[in-house]
């Protein structure tokens, strides 16, 4: 059996107190587990963009693939198109992914192109030092809006649903079990799957009490009823003081011919 360390010696560079950690951490666990259990290690590609969340690529020991900044799905998508056995998983900024390169998600949503893409979702861009994005919040206030921006939100997941994508999820950087749950079923999904995680920024949008008082668990939730799921992720339109559930709130029971 091999020894699975999916470690690398790349100095680790994010903020203590990072979000970023948790996903590591969870994808560390979920990858060494399907390598544990025969999937071939060399099967497994990663790809990521541009921002803080990208660095996972320098750390986490497969094959990985590091785009450009908007670009993670269309990579993805050609990574998987030149040789459908690959297991393809790309992780991207919510600036990344749901400003620069949007249109991308929304096709392969729609086409259900089997990969799986992770949203590191932390409202703001990190790496270029706290601008806005479209999940930050009503008045949110950063290096380019420092009154507040006038521009209400996104909901990323019911845009996802309008583009008929398989797989939906969200996930919190606060509680890995879950969150380990989630990554393992999108990535066994056969179909294009989207997991949204809350990920938060500590040094540029500490959402951690916000979000710490408002989550909670999916529990005893059919993800297969589409009006079921929409309700539940209009629940929370990232502006509100509601509840905000955690959990996979789509799944379909089939998936087309991927490729
Ligand atoms: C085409 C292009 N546009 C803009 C930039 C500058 N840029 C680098 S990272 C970044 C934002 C990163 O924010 P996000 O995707 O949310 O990632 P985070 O740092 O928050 O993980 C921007 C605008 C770039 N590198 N390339
Ligand atoms: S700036 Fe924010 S997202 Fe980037 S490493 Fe630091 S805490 Fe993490
Ligand atoms: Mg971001």
Known sequence: ME???LSTNAKNTWCPGCGNFAILNSIKAVLGGLIEEGFPREKIVIVSGIGCHAKIADYLNVNSFYSLHGRVVPVCEAIKLANPE???IGFAGDGD???EGLEHLIF???RNIDINIIIHNNRVYGLTTGQYTPTSPLGFKGRSTPKGTKESPINPLELMMA???SFIARGYTHGIELLKKIFKEAIMYKGFSLVDVLQVC???FNMYDYYNKRVYELKDYSPEDYSLAM???KEWDYNTDSKIPLGIFYKKGLSNDKT
Do not use: D, P, R, W
């Open 231 to 233: 309700e539940k992720i």
């Open 108 to 110: 392969a949503a729609k």
């Open 3 to 5: 020894n699975i360390s």
């Open 163 to 165: 583009s008929h994508a």
């Open 97 to 99: 992914t749901y400003g």
């Open 86 to 88: 690959l297991k393809v």
């Open 202 to 204: 500590v040094t540029f």
